[in-house]
């Protein structure tokens, strides 16, 4: 079993969907917690950085951490054309914080 | 635009050519790391260095050899690479971990 579980995708909505990226995880020391948006030919872009069990918003983007499930998602709202792109959970445990554990990524597309 | 910078953006090589990939970040951060990305995965991390001290992630091949010359500088030493080396190689940094990694859009290698 991975440690990092993604959905893999890929996913299609059509423009202004809600959009529901998710991962679970089966270590209970990672504590914090990142969402990135990849491009094609880009590198991973930080769109959400998180420690806290709750909710995080920003604009259009709220993270989420439920910590006693092992389960974190990443809500789009309107989801526009320009989200399209492969999306990435990442995590890292309190100790050993160099490492980056990530998902496997889900491939995102939305539709005009 | 991304604040940690990646040349060439593109490097295609044959497998006897020594060739070097180069990083800077002007953000004041003390971690800065190499992953190796291939298509539809993940990046895998190959080396961090914090504090410009190193940490190697053991099954990474000794035909790749970073370098740290200061703290805002990382290059990545290629020599005799196989094939199966080509990928999109991230540079990334951070203030000290478990701060977020930010990337770089990587150089594009191939190996012919």
């Known amino acids: 079993q991975k440690e990092v579980e993604q959905d893999p995708g890929p996913l299609s909505v059509p423009e202004g969907a809600i959009v529901s990226l998710n991962c679970t995880y089966s270590n209970s020391a990672f504590q914090y917690f990142m969402w990135y948006r990849q491009y094609s030919r880009k590198g991973p872009e930080l769109l959400m950085y998180t420690y806290s069990s709750g909710n995080k918003e920003d604009g259009r983007f709220t993270a989420q951490v439920d910590k006693s499930s092992k389960y974190i998602s990443l809500f789009i709202r309107d989801s526009q054309p320009s989200d399209s792109a492969t999306y990435l959970c990442?995590?890292?445990?309190?100790?050993?914080?160099?490492?980056?554990?990530f998902g496997t990524g889900t491939r995102l597309t939305v539709i005009p | 635009d991304t604040e940690v910078t990646q040349t060439p953006k593109h490097l295609v090589m044959g497998m006897t050519n020594k060739k070097s990939l180069k990083c800077e970040q002007h953000?004041?951060?003390?971690?800065m790391y190499w992953y190796k990305q291939k298509a539809k995965k993940p990046p895998e991390l190959m080396f961090v260095?914090?504090?410009?001290?190193?940490?190697i992630n053991e099954s990474v091949p000794s035909r790749f050899s970073p370098e740290c010359p200061n703290s805002s500088l990382l290059n990545l030493h290629l020599h005799a690479l196989q094939p199966e080396d080509s990928a999109l190689y991230l540079c990334?940094?951070?203030?000290?971990?478990?701060?977020?990694?930010?990337f770089g859009d990587g150089t594009r290698l191939s190996i012919l």
């Open positions: 990334a940094s951070s203030q000290e971990p478990p701060q977020p990694q930010h």
């Open positions: 953000m004041g951060h003390r971690a």
């Open positions: 260095y914090s504090y410009e001290k190193l940490s």
């Open positions: 990442a995590m890292v445990p309190l100790t050993g914080a160099n490492n980056l554990f």
